[in-house]
């Protein structure tokens, strides 16, 4: 399945963040909407970054807490950024993920992010193709018996 098709049909909505947000604004946008990583935007959607609950652990083990109010997500954001594109397959994005050892994967188009994909977004639909798949095998094989 193309990527674009996943979007379409996914009720997914798109969070991103400013580059000047603080720490605490990221922190909350991610709990807020259950996710785990979300683009930094500029205006436009157009992303410079993407920052994840990883990063937000990392500062927060090697920075004083004092230091923590004044940092923004520019400060920790990720800038060299793996992305896919909508006429991507979501087998191909699993793939990206599982070379470069992360799970979430920015979906841009024209310079401008169309959504986020997550790693389990990719095994769900496998899971589903999966079982699909064998509910065909079983109805060819009872069509077969009878």
């Known amino acids: 399945?193309?990527?674009?098709?996943?979007?379409?049909?996914?009720?997914?909505?798109?969070?991103?963040?400013?580059?000047?947000?603080?720490?605490?604004?990221?922190?909350?946008l991610l709990y807020a909407h259950g996710i785990g990583a979300m683009p930094v935007c500029e205006t436009g959607q157009h992303m410079i970054g993407i920052i994840s609950e990883r990063d937000l652990v990392r500062v927060f083990a090697r920075t004083d807490l004092g230091e923590l109010q004044y940092m923004r997500a520019r400060d920790v954001m990720t800038t060299r950024v793996v992305i896919c594109g909508p006429d991507d397959t979501m087998r191909g994005a699993q793939e990206?993920?599982?070379?470069?050892?992360?799970?979430?994967?920015?979906?841009?188009?024209?310079g401008h992010v169309q959504g986020m994909l997550s790693l389990r977004d990719t095994l769900a639909l496998r899971l589903q193709e999966s079982e699909d798949e064998m509910k065909v095998l079983r109805d060819v094989v009872v069509a077969a018996r009878h």
């Open 1 to 28: 399945m193309k990527i674009g098709e996943f979007l379409k049909h996914s009720r997914q909505r798109l969070v991103t963040c400013r580059p000047d947000d603080t720490l605490a604004d990221v922190a909350k």
């Open 96 to 110: 990206l993920m599982r070379i470069n050892h992360f799970r979430h994967l920015p979906v841009v188009d024209g």
